[in-house]
């Protein structure tokens, strides 16, 4: 495996089931993001992990719980969830350093809520 | 506000015709201006980064430039193959190393 491997590739789930979303990352890299990307919306960051800090967006709301047991490895914990939470759930990772490096995307969780 | 705005939304080339995309930000430090490129059904794939106004970077048909209120994305002499959704997004200063704002990106159609 290499790259940024997501799983699954698609979910389908209503409002009252929980579920997860799995990242792995095979770059070696130190810092690991979850975005969602909605239909003629820009990229909207949710959360980051970079060197065992956490840092989130304050409007993500909290039926959406990241976890980050180590650097190679992000979970997206998902419950009771909206129909607007309808959209591509993707997971970048990167070097942190002084400058912004580029971040590495996987292909992404297609989730529809019911 | 850090924003971000792409333009054209869509663009239809025929093939062989050169154009350029563009991507205008207003940021308080910029950190890093990134193009990516977003097939169907796929994560985004990283092209180029320019830090400074005044760079360049090329890859095959494409070049990226960087001046200090926008970048451009030139595509010379298109293929179909290059049709995609390209993405820009600028790194910024005081959100830590690693906030990166995006703009909603230009979906290129390169017609045979």
């Known amino acids: 495996e290499t790259g940024v491997t997501q799983t699954p590739r698609h979910l389908v789930m209503g409002m009252t089931n929980k579920k997860s979303l799995k990242c792995e990352q095979h770059?070696?890299?130190?810092?690991m993001y979850w975005y969602k990307q909605s239909a003629k919306k820009p990229l909207e960051l949710m959360f980051v992990?970079?060197?065992?800090?956490?840092?989130e967006n304050n409007s993500v709301p909290s039926r959406f719980s990241p976890e980050c047991p180590n650097s190679s490895h992000l979970f997206l914990h998902l419950h009771t969830l909206q129909p607007e939470d309808s959209a591509l759930y993707l997971c970048?990772?990167?070097?942190?350093?002084?400058?912004?490096?580029?971040?590495?995307f996987g292909d992404g969780t297609r989730l529809s809520i019911l | 506000e850090d924003q971000v705005t792409q333009s054209p939304e869509a663009l239809r080339l025929q093939e062989g015709e050169s154009s350029s995309l563009n991507c205008s930000y207003t940021?308080?430090?910029?950190?890093?201006l990134f193009w990516y490129r977003q097939d169907p059904g796929k994560g985004p794939e990283f092209l180029f980064t320019l830090y400074s106004a005044g760079e360049e970077k090329e890859k095959e048909r494409l070049k990226a430039t960087l001046t200090k209120k926008e970048s451009f994305l030139h595509i010379t002499a298109p293929k179909p193959e290059d049709s995609a959704t390209y993405l820009c997004?600028?790194?910024?200063?005081?959100?830590?190393?690693?906030?990166?704002?995006f703009g909603k990106g230009t979906k290129l159609s390169v017609i045979p």
């Open positions: 992990y970079s060197l065992e800090e956490r840092v």
């Open positions: 770059l070696g890299h130190n810092a």
């Open positions: 940021v308080s430090g910029l950190r890093g």
């Open positions: 970048a990772s990167s070097q942190s350093g002084g400058r912004n490096q580029p971040q590495h």
């Open positions: 997004a600028a790194g910024v200063t005081g959100a830590g190393s690693y906030q990166l704002t």
